[in-house]
């Protein structure tokens, strides 16, 4: 008996989680990464990536980069990232990381020494 009783509180205690989607954190959905020539997200977008996963994934580039926006659809967890790198093929000093701030949708990193190549991250 007390089994059962067990198994129906379970059972409606699942129910109510399933039924309020209110319950639920929004999270990241779609997000870019795009690096510029200038300061502060300006000049040249050199380049830009969608939608890139966790496991990383490195690009270089034939010019100085020297900020980068990070975008995402909603301002739930997780958020894009990025660390830059002084060498081609990300190697060489690591020159800045970059994010996006809690309750914001886009976040631009101005780095204090060009970056010849990045890596970005998704939900690690």
């Known amino acids: 008996m007390q ?19 209110a319950a639920l954190s929004p999270r990241g959905g779609d997000h870019t990464a795009t690096i510029f020539s200038g300061n502060s997200c300006t000049g040249t977008a050199i380049q830009s990536e969608e939608n890139f996963g966790c496991g990383g994934v ?12 990070l975008n995402q659809a909603t301002t739930g967890n997780p958020k894009p990232t990025a660390d830059l790198w002084s060498g081609n093929d990300c190697d060489g000093t690591k020159v800045g990381h970059a994010g996006i701030f809690s309750g914001q949708n886009a976040g631009c990193t101005t780095l204090s020494s060009p970056a010849r190549s990045y890596f ?3 939900n690690c």
């Not at 089994?3 to 989607?21: E, Q």
């Not at 490195?58 to 926006?69: A, E, H, K, R, T």
């Open 58 to 69: 490195c690009f270089s580039v034939g010019q100085d980069i020297n900020s980068i926006l």
């Open 120 to 122: 970005l991250f998704f």
């Open 3 to 21: 089994i059962n009783s067990i198994l129906v509180s379970f059972s409606l205690f699942a129910t109510a989680i399933l039924a309020s989607p």
